[in-house]
């Protein structure tokens, strides 16, 4: 009896494959073991696997690219995740998907609710907003929608390794200071994941660490932490630019803020820690599989 994850190579995949045990294992799938856009596949699959449940950490995250590949973002954000939802059914399994705070416009000014209207500003958002309607659709009764944000691991491509290669090679960083949001460890988001799949919870729910920041604000304090650590040998120029000043072919919102208190109230156990706490976590771990 094995939990599947589908997603292989992507930071939360792996965040969840550290998390099997003897008494809870957990598979990672790619796109090599099964076909998302085949349906009986997936129920084999799943039947092969004795599936206790599903959680799907693949998507096409490729924000910009989107815009110009709407076919492939649909495919693998929409179709795919319609086609999960449906092999969950057949069998009767939980099933748990992560979804995005793209879904929103970014015009609220306060958190985001899972209730609150959603109006995506680009295909990227799009293609997650159908993906959710296709599981409300389909398989509402045993699906829980798991919308995160500004998510960050050890492993993989992301905000916080990038922000450290560019401080550690340039003189000076321009940094968005308008794009208002909650940076993720994706250890704590595999950890809400595995514990929504046992309690079975159901519905459409948040979870991002605490507390508020710009991609400014983020950037300084992975410079602050990367000197303390010594991840870095010396500080940089962080200049904080606007949204306009860096034109990107999909639009961002500008507030993407998510209200995480439906799932904390489906979840007593689970732990929030503030974004902060958490990058000096990641950053450390970090340090320590470098210096291995």
């Given at each position: 009896?094995?939990?599947?994850?589908?997603?292989?190579?992507?930071?939360?995949?792996?965040?969840?494959?550290?998390?099997?045990?003897?008494?809870?294992?957990?598979?990672?799938?790619?796109?090599?073991?099964?076909?998302?856009?085949?349906?009986?596949?997936?129920?084999?699959?799943?039947?092969?696997?004795?599936?206790?449940?599903?959680?799907?950490?693949?998507?096409?995250?490729?924000?910009?690219?989107?815009?110009?590949?709407?076919?492939?973002?649909?495919?693998?954000?929409?179709?795919?995740?319609?086609?999960?939802?449906?092999?969950?059914?057949?069998?009767?399994?939980?099933?748990?998907?992560?979804?995005?705070?793209?879904?929103?416009?970014?015009?609220?000014?306060?958190?985001?609710?899972?209730?609150?209207?959603?109006?995506?500003?680009?295909?990227?958002?799009?293609?997650?907003?159908?993906?959710?309607?296709?599981?409300?659709?389909i398989y509402p009764e045993h699906s829980a929608i798991i919308r995160t944000s500004w998510v960050y691991s050890?492993?993989?491509?992301?905000?916080?390794?990038?922000?450290?290669?560019?401080?550690?090679?340039?003189?000076?960083?321009?940094?968005?200071?308008d794009q208002i949001g909650t940076p993720t460890y994706a250890k704590g988001l595999a950890q809400a994941c595995?514990?929504?799949?046992?309690?079975?919870?159901?519905?459409?729910?948040?979870?991002?660490?605490?507390?508020?920041?710009?991609?400014?604000?983020?950037?300084?304090?992975?410079?602050?932490?990367?000197?303390?650590?010594?991840?870095?040998?010396?500080?940089?120029?962080?200049?904080?630019?606007?949204?306009?000043?860096?034109?990107?072919?999909?639009?961002?919102?500008?507030?993407?803020?998510?209200?995480?208190?439906?799932?904390?109230?489906?979840?007593?156990?689970?732990?929030?820690?503030?974004?902060?706490?958490?990058?000096?976590?990641?950053?450390?771990a970090l340090k320590h599989e470098r210096e291995a």
């Amino acid at each position: 009896m094995k939990i599947i994850v589908i997603g292989k190579s992507g930071q939360l995949a792996w965040e969840l494959s550290q998390l099997s045990t003897s008494e809870q294992a957990i598979v990672c799938l790619g796109r090599d073991d099964v076909d998302l856009q085949d349906i009986p596949a997936l129920v084999n699959c799943f039947k092969q696997y004795n599936a206790v449940g599903v959680i799907n950490a693949s998507a096409y995250t490729a924000v910009d690219q989107a815009e110009g590949d709407v076919e492939n973002a649909f495919a693998l954000n929409a179709k795919a995740v319609g086609n999960l939802a449906q092999a969950c059914k057949t069998l009767s399994v939980p099933f748990v998907h992560i979804s995005t705070d793209f879904v929103f416009h970014g015009d609220k000014g306060a958190p985001y609710l899972p209730g609150d209207e959603i109006n995506p500003l680009g295909v990227y958002g799009a293609s997650k907003a159908q993906g959710e309607q296709l599981i409300a659709n389909i398989y509402p009764e045993h699906s829980a929608i798991i919308r995160t944000s500004w998510v960050y691991s050890t492993h993989g491509n992301n905000f916080v390794k990038t922000m450290l290669n560019l401080m550690a090679t340039k003189p000076e960083l321009g940094v968005i200071s308008d794009q208002i949001g909650t940076p993720t460890y994706a250890k704590g988001l595999a950890q809400a994941c595995i514990a929504s799949l046992n309690s079975q919870v159901v519905g459409v729910h948040h979870y991002t660490d605490t507390g508020v920041a710009s991609w400014y604000d983020f950037a300084v304090a992975i410079q602050n932490i990367g000197v303390e650590l010594g991840l870095l040998d010396k500080k940089i120029a962080i200049k904080p630019i606007t949204t306009a000043q860096y034109p990107t072919p999909a639009k961002r919102p500008h507030y993407s803020v998510l209200d995480k208190a439906s799932l904390v109230n489906a979840l007593p156990e689970l732990s929030l820690m503030h974004w902060q706490a958490q990058l000096t976590h990641m950053m450390t771990a970090l340090k320590h599989e470098r210096e291995a």
